[in-house]
């Protein structure tokens, strides 16, 4: 299997790296939908906590994705994808990949001018980046909410690209990202 010319099944590492990306970001959403909506208390803070550590590993993976991304490449598109499907999945994936990035910094920025602490799962605790300014917390939280609602509907959309072609097209497009041992090629 070469890569990058030839069709193909992604190399190990970028199966592995988008799929701990995809837990982190199926569990996150809920959690941040569920911490906004439970009272103040310990439940509360823990839901923002894991928020915010699950923010901080989801950046972490998907800096190694870009790296992943440029040393190990990707295969050539699959075949028969229509001209439309290619513009489609190749602006999915540049904007997961540009809004994730961007929501978990811009979370971070908020947190920090928020003037709260970002742990990162209870192991260590996330220097502050900017000064205590409420209105800047405001403005950034606002942008990571919206950017928030944005990636849910772009991870359905992803899911729903990928289960059509599984299920009605019936092409191997999903089986390039699965592992071997669950019928990935």
Request: zero cysteines.
């Amino acid at each position: 299997m070469t890569y990058g010319d030839k069709p193909g099944g992604y190399p190990a590492s970028s199966k592995w790296l988008h799929w701990l990306v995809a837990a982190s970001v199926l569990l996150t959403a809920p959690v941040a939908i569920v911490m906004h909506r439970v009272g103040e208390g310990p439940l509360a803070d823990t839901l923002y906590n894991l928020h915010k550590s699950l923010g901080i590993l989801i950046l972490i993976l998907m800096a190694l994705r870009l790296i992943n991304r440029i040393v190990a490449g990707a295969p050539a598109p699959a075949p028969g994808l229509e001209p439309h499907e290619r513009i489609i999945s190749t602006a999915v994936h540049g904007l997961l990949y540009v809004l994730l990035i961007a929501m978990a910094v811009v979370g971070y920025v908020a947190n920090s001018a928020y003037g709260a602490t970002t742990p990162f799962f209870g192991l260590f605790t996330l220097p502050k980046i900017v000064a205590d300014n409420e209105a800047l917390a405001t403005q950034l939280f606002t942008v990571h909410r919206w950017t928030g609602w944005l990636v849910i509907g772009l991870v359905l959309a992803h899911i729903g690209g990928a289960m059509m072609h599984f299920v009605i097209k019936r092409d191997t497009v999903l089986q390039r990202m699965l592992p071997r041992a669950l019928g990935g090629i």
